[in-house]
């Protein structure tokens, strides 16, 4: 069964930094690229970050590029987000995902509140 289970949410003023952690079993963690979405208030779950299965390959949305940073550690079924330079408008919740034997997974997600 694929369980997928983030953490590290929390209040932050706006130019702070948070890292997001998460972790995944029931699958071969190490064969599927992961992850990260956010879904601000009243709208659509987006696509953050996604990263390969290697790590070697990673990608952002423009609205966060040169301020996260995702990353993976295949030998512990983790990855991560790190956030920097954090403004109002990145305030979500923030789940990771995969796909995974053709159909999608989510964690339950955790939330990021940047304010001052």
């Known amino acids: 069964q694929v369980w997928i289970a983030e953490s590290g949410g929390g209040l932050v003023q706006p130019g702070g930094s948070l890292r997001l952690s998460c972790t995944a079993s029931?699958?071969?963690?190490?064969?599927?690229?992961m992850n990260w979405f956010l879904q601000a208030p009243g709208k659509e779950r987006e696509l953050v970050a996604p990263?390969?299965?290697?790590?070697?390959?990673?990608s952002y949305a423009d609205s966060v590029k040169g301020r996260f940073t995702i990353s993976r550690d295949n030998a512990r079924n983790t990855v991560s987000l790190e956030m920097n330079n954090l403004k109002p408008e990145d305030m979500a919740v923030y789940s990771c995902?995969?796909?995974?034997?053709?159909?999608?997974?989510w964690g339950q997600g955790t939330q990021v509140t940047v304010s001052s």
């Open positions: 995902g995969a796909r995974i034997f053709g159909h999608n997974y």
């Open positions: 029931g699958f071969t963690f190490r064969n599927y690229a």
């Open positions: 990263i390969d299965f290697t790590g070697g390959a990673k």
